[in-house]
């Protein structure tokens, strides 16, 4: 059974510039949700899809947006790229179905120069 | 004031001790607690998870929540140089009306479990 999966693993940006983070939810979950961490800190939530709609965001600026498909996977986009949202960019899939349980992928390496 | 607090550590011990990893937090709607393991630059694992207040134990893992106080524990017994990585606590809970799905994490304690 497949985990959850993130690409690229790594990337390099220059600022301005605009990225696509891709991520596939572990097999049988239907909510995925971003986090970004930077160096040395916890994750912090960007936002939360389900049934291809955001269904909640953190305290992130509009140039954060994001998609879900119809087989769940998820796309994260950043525009405007700034040398601040150099970071590991975390998805995380889980059951809407009563519980908080949430599976983490290996993450996306970004950095902006 | 962060909604959860975590001592960044890092917190260094010999093999074999038992390792004791705290947080706390201020938000009352919090029910839902997990801890994760997260290797150098590797994405979080769940390690566990536990709903409201007690005790859950896992192997050599212990979790511990107390509501009435906003405190949670991890115990690691018998630890081993392979256990060295940093420790997050993350929280959930029904904030009314919205979904459960946002963890919010604790800033993380490094572990080192030396020979």
């Known amino acids: 059974d497949a985990g959850v999966t993130q690409s690229p693993t790594h990337l390099i940006k220059t600022r301005g510039q605009q990225v696509t983070l891709r991520c596939s939810p572990k097999s049988g979950h239907d909510t995925v949700s971003w986090y970004q961490q930077a160096l040395g800190q916890g994750p912090q939530f960007i936002f939360q899809y389900y049934e291809e709609e955001e269904r909640q965001r953190g305290n992130f600026p509009d140039r954060f947006s994001g998609h879900q498909f119809p087989n769940y996977s998820s796309e994260l986009n950043v525009n405007a790229l700034l040398l601040g949202d150099s970071a590991l960019y975390l998805c995380?899939?889980?059951?809407?179905?009563?519980?908080?349980?949430?599976?983490f992928g290996q993450g996306t390496r970004l950095t902006v120069v | 004031q962060k909604e959860v607090e975590q001592d960044p550590g890092p917190l260094s011990v010999p093999e074999g001790a038992i390792v004791s990893l705290n947080c706390t937090y201020s938000n009352s709607a919090f029910q839902y607690f997990m801890w994760y393991r997260q290797y150098s630059r590797k994405g979080p694992e769940l390690l566990m998870y536990?709903?409201?207040?007690g005790n859950k134990e896992d192997g050599r893992f212990t979790a511990q929540v107390d509501k009435s106080s906003k405190y949670i524990s991890l115990f690691i017994r018998d630890s081993q140089p392979s256990d060295s990585a940093t420790y997050l606590c993350?929280?959930?809970?029904?904030?009314?009306?919205?979904?459960?799905?946002?963890?919010?994490f604790g800033q993380g304690t490094i572990l080192t479990v030396h020979p």
């Open positions: 536990t709903y409201s207040s």
């Open positions: 993350a929280m959930s809970g029904f904030d009314g009306g919205t979904s459960y799905g946002k963890l919010t």
């Open positions: 995380a899939s889980s059951l809407d179905r009563g519980t908080a349980e949430a599976f």
